[in-house]
């Protein structure tokens, strides 16, 4: 009931989807106040590389950099342990949080500052263009969120 008023009573209605998109017009909101913003890019909006152009070793994750998101000292000690077999072996994090510090030391500690980079907030261009070279991401989800897959 709330999402139904709060749709016809605004002057527009924003989706992440097409999908919704759909729902909403078939709920009867017109299309001029019926819009797209999706939380991530379409995937053919985004200029990849060729593949000779990826680097291979290249890990990325973005993410928030805060308490309890307990993986990241053990993704910190997995590429050290990486990297006793490949040298060139590189983690990109975007992102930032209250634990970017301590993460910063502890990457120093362990002495893998030549294969840990830290990014900070970047905008959505720059952030694109790290992730078009790297191979592989990495997701990290909270064990605290029961709803989430």
Request: positive net charge; glycine residues 4%; charged residues 30%.
């Amino acid at each position: 009931m709330l999402d139904k008023m709060a749709m016809y009573r605004s002057d527009q209605t924003w989706s992440v989807s097409q999908r919704i998109m759909k729902y909403r017009k078939m709920q009867g909101l017109e299309a001029k106040r019926n819009k797209i913003l999706p939380n991530a890019p379409f995937f053919d909006d985004v200029k990849r590389l060729p593949y000779k152009e990826i680097h291979k070793h290249d890990l990325v994750l973005v993410s928030a950099l805060r308490k309890g998101i307990v993986p990241f000292v053990l993704l910190i000690d997995v590429i050290g342990e990486l990297r006793k077999s490949i040298k060139d072996v590189r983690l990109h994090i975007i992102g930032f949080g209250q634990e970017e510090r301590r993460l910063k030391n502890y990457v120093s500690e362990k002495n893998l500052e030549k294969c840990i980079q830290f990014y900070g907030a970047l905008s959505h261009i720059d952030m694109f263009s790290i992730l078009v070279k790297c191979a592989i991401g990495i997701a990290i989800y909270e064990k605290t969120d029961k709803k989430h897959f």
